[in-house]
């Protein structure tokens, strides 16, 4: 499994706007290189990143071979419920990764 | 450029005196404070400074057995957060075995060869790196003391004759720009004071995490001078010398920088 951190906080009031920090190892090979012997590297990319949160999707996005390697991806929610986040990313080559954060909301 | 002002910067550079002054003990920054704020929040916040994932990396591998002893780092050293802490901040330190310094990599393959009878990891290799970076986060903070030692004294002289030294088609030493020219811009980047206080650094140029070797060959390629071979004694003087320069900063492993 490639390293990922999230950063969630533990705990919030119920309706507090919460940050949520996220960072995924990756090389994010635009496709549009050559070696020295001019050979094309091959894209590799990660192409969908989405968070869920007690199993709603709260956040989506698409990513491109503009993004730089180790995407970093921050967003806000609205502190509802004590629970799960479910953090998925996707990409070439068949690259899947998830991470969970548990924040209790009080 | 047009040949005028390539001119006068070739007047000025020949200028300079070859042996130039050191930067005063309360003088010295590390190249953080150069940063724009932007590249100074990814570094100052663990869960978007990618160097991290490499530490990440690290940890499993410190924890791993390997080779035909099947030992895993933590089997002789234990928890790294008590073990490790300050070892980063005195390195490269005297090898009695070798007679002669090694930088931290080199001090991790030779615990892989010696104790884990395990294959050496090839420098910039994912795992190096990511070893090595777990190593010096637990030194973070911690101010750097490498070069105390007093077997090291005549190896710090000869990374610091190499720092003063004039090298390659430009002819310029690392002490033109790193201890004269600090304040100043090239090609609109800070120059900087040259301090090795964050490595590996994850640097967003490269994209990775790199050692301070790598940062020094594609300095020495920059004055287009031949870089020695990773590992070679030079260059771990040279690394010696820095981190002596560098005594009593406090270590930002890993750092980022532009």
Known sequence: MPSALVNVPRTARRGDIIEIKTLMSHIMETGYRHTSAGEAVPRDIITSFACRYNGTEIFRADFFPAIAANPYVSFFTVARDSGKFEFEWIGDNGFSATATAAITVG | ?258
């Open chain 2, 1 to 258: 450029m047009s040949l005028r002002p390539a001119i006068a910067l070739a007047a000025l550079l020949t200028a300079l005196p070859i042996f130039a002054s050191e930067i005063a003990a309360d003088q010295r920054r590390s190249g953080y404070t150069f940063m724009a704020p932007d590249t100074k929040a990814i570094q100052d916040d663990d869960t978007a400074n990618p160097g991290m994932l490499s530490v990440l990396d690290g940890e499993q591998l410190w924890n791993s057995k390997i080779g035909s002893a099947d030992k895993a780092c933590a089997d002789c050293h234990g928890d790294a957060a008590n073990s490790m802490k300050g070892v980063a901040a005195r390195y490269p330190a005297f090898d009695k075995g070798q007679a002669r310094p090694v930088n931290l990599e080199q001090r991790i393959n030779l615990c892989r060869a010696n104790h884990q009878q395990a294959t050496p990891l090839p420098y910039e290799s994912r795992e190096l790196l990511a070893l090595t970076a777990f190593v010096a986060r637990q030194s973070r903070g911690v101010a750097i003391s490498a070069g105390d030692d007093p077997q090291l004294a005549p190896f710090v002289a000869k990374g610091r004759a190499l720092f003063a030294q004039r090298q390659g088609q430009l002819n310029l030493s690392c002490a033109n720009c790193h201890d004269d020219n600090w304040d100043k811009k090239l090609a609109g980047s800070a120059i900087t004071q040259g301090h090795s206080t964050g490595y590996p650094i994850y640097r967003l140029e490269w994209q990775s995490l790199g050692s301070l070797q790598r940062r020094l060959r594609s300095c020495i390629g920059g004055i287009r001078a031949q870089a020695d071979d990773y590992g070679a004694p030079e260059l771990v003087e040279l690394e010696l010398y820095l981190m002596s320069r560098a005594r009593g900063m406090p270590l930002e492993s890993p750092a980022v920088r532009p």
